[in-house]
């Protein structure tokens, strides 16, 4: 029986040096320097390239789709197995211990934007492949290593793959965590307008927070002006060490400049973060701003802080077998010129749909003066654990790991995995490794990337020999 770790060790030195150099690729969606060759921006479709010509110069059969998506092919057969990874990354933020875009190796880890969402796992799985494909191993399936490059955002690569390509007949994608994901939650957006109008003695000048929708905001900052500007500041002094956040108090020539430090986290699992901008409108709450300036700091502080169930909105929802409804307050923003806007993310079961959702909403919001308008939505995605595909990855990952009582899960977080009927996520989180995906200072340890790579030699190697 193959010893499939010790192949894994064999192949670290190559792996960590190819991997080092696609996370060196600043590959963060860039709509601003879109063009017609990159349209996505540069950063995706460089990494794109790269991955490409590795792919080719290792032996496979290579295709890059538009500059947007791509993908890596080894065998043949009446079957397509697919293994979607993603080459984007979140943008980097602030925080961080290190260059976030010059990956570093420290007690064993491996720090740096991509360790762990998605090149690190992605690489992990396309060396298995390799591996598999270098000794030789008779695939009975045609299989498609299938890189897109906005995962992160609407994911315009992977479905424009979807729409030009045959459709895989199974996969798998290494972009969550260990067991096996079987489940994926539906995911939709409310978009939040907020009138312009503002108080007279009170003035909310702006209030920017949030990188993404699928991220809590790590820093929320505004500018006001108010009639009694040191006891604010007093006030705020006082706030910020009652609560666990950071924050600074900066006189201006018209008021104050307000900074609250919190804590990112994936959107699926908001409740890991601090979100700084509610708390910063909870600060702001109790003060008599008026008009659009109020409804949005009001909304932020009674019906979004500490609040990602939605029980203040009388709509937490449970499915007995996809779990809880959760929501990320992700994209917080204000300026007395536009207006506010708030990005509500939605991690839905089984049971609830994006119309009742925005419903439950609208209730509060309309009151308040605040339009809600539905995004593009995903459907709840479910893949029986008796499925031959489910089953095959969890021997894979028991007969490495040893752990017997391991389970399928269901999550909040989407991946590729649900863009095919018997398609699931697969790694490569190890239970015990705090999740950094989303946050500064994101690392995987090196040892379960490399035992993450011997799960998918198995699981591939079982997968086109059965």
């Not at 609407?154 to 260990?178: K, Q």
């Not at 021997?395 to 649900?418: F, L, N």
Request: glycine share 10%; net charge negative; proline share 6%.
């Amino acid at each position: 029986m193959t010893d499939w770790l010790a192949a894994a060790e064999s192949q670290k030195q190559n792996y960590l040096e190819d991997l080092v150099a696609l996370m060196k690729i600043k590959s963060v969606r860039d709509d601003s320097a879109a063009t017609d060759e990159y349209p996505l921006g540069p950063g995706p479709s460089k990494a794109l390239a790269a991955f490409l010509e590795m792919a080719e110069q290792d032996g496979f059969r290579t295709k890059n789709i538009d500059n947007v998506v791509g993908y890596a092919e080894w065998g043949e057969g009446d079957e397509t197995l697919a293994i979607l990874a993603h080459l984007d990354v979140m943008p980097a933020g602030k925080g961080w211990d290190t260059d976030p875009f010059d990956p570093v190796i420290k007690d064993g880890n491996l720090y740096g934007r991509g360790a762990s969402d998605d090149k690190g796992p992605g690489m992990a799985a396309y060396y298995a492949l390799k591996y598999l494909k270098d000794q030789g191993v008779a695939f009975n399936k045609r299989v498609r290593f299938i890189v897109g490059t906005d995962e992160e955002s609407n994911w315009t690569g992977m479905h424009r793959y979807f729409e030009v390509e045959p459709a895989p007949t199974l996969g798998f994608s290494p972009d969550a965590e260990f067991p096996v994901i079987n489940g994926e939650k539906g995911q939709v957006s409310l978009k939040l307008s907020v009138p312009t109008t503002n108080g007279t003695d009170y003035v909310l000048k702006s209030f920017h927070s949030g990188l993404r929708f699928n991220m809590v905001p790590r820093e929320a900052v505004a500018e006001v002006i108010v009639p009694d500007a040191d006891q604010v500041q007093a006030s705020f002094d006082q706030f910020v060490d009652e609560n666990p956040i950071q924050g600074k108090a900066e006189p201006t020539t018209e008021g104050l400049k307000l900074t609250v430090i919190g804590k990112a986290a994936h959107g699926m699992e908001p409740e890991q973060g601090i979100n700084a901008g509610t708390y910063l409108a909870t600060f702001l709450d109790q003060y008599a701003f008026a008009a659009g300036a109020k409804s949005f700091i009001h909304f932020l502080a009674k019906y979004l802080h500490l609040d990602t169930r939605m029980k203040g909105f009388d709509g937490a929802y449970t499915d007995p077998v996809m779990g809880k409804l959760t929501m990320n307050a992700g994209i917080l923003n204000f300026d007395a010129e536009n207006g506010g806007d708030i990005d509500m993310n939605f991690r839905f079961p089984k049971g609830i749909s994006p119309d009742e959702l925005e419903a439950i909403v609208k209730k509060v919001a309309d009151p308040l003066g605040i339009a809600v308008k539905q995004g593009p939505s995903q459907k709840p995605h479910y893949v029986d654990p008796s499925d031959p595909i489910v089953k095959t990855l969890m021997d894979a990952y028991i007969h490495q790991t040893g752990a017997k009582d391991a389970k399928p899960e269901v999550v909040g977080g989407g991946t590729y995995g649900r863009l095919m009927e018997r398609g699931v996520a697969f790694g490569a989180l190890m239970p015990q490794t705090p999740n950094t995906m989303h946050q500064a200072n994101e690392y995987q340890p090196v040892a379960d990337l490399i035992r993450s790579m011997a799960i998918y030699m198995e699981a591939i190697n079982n997968l086109v020999t059965d």
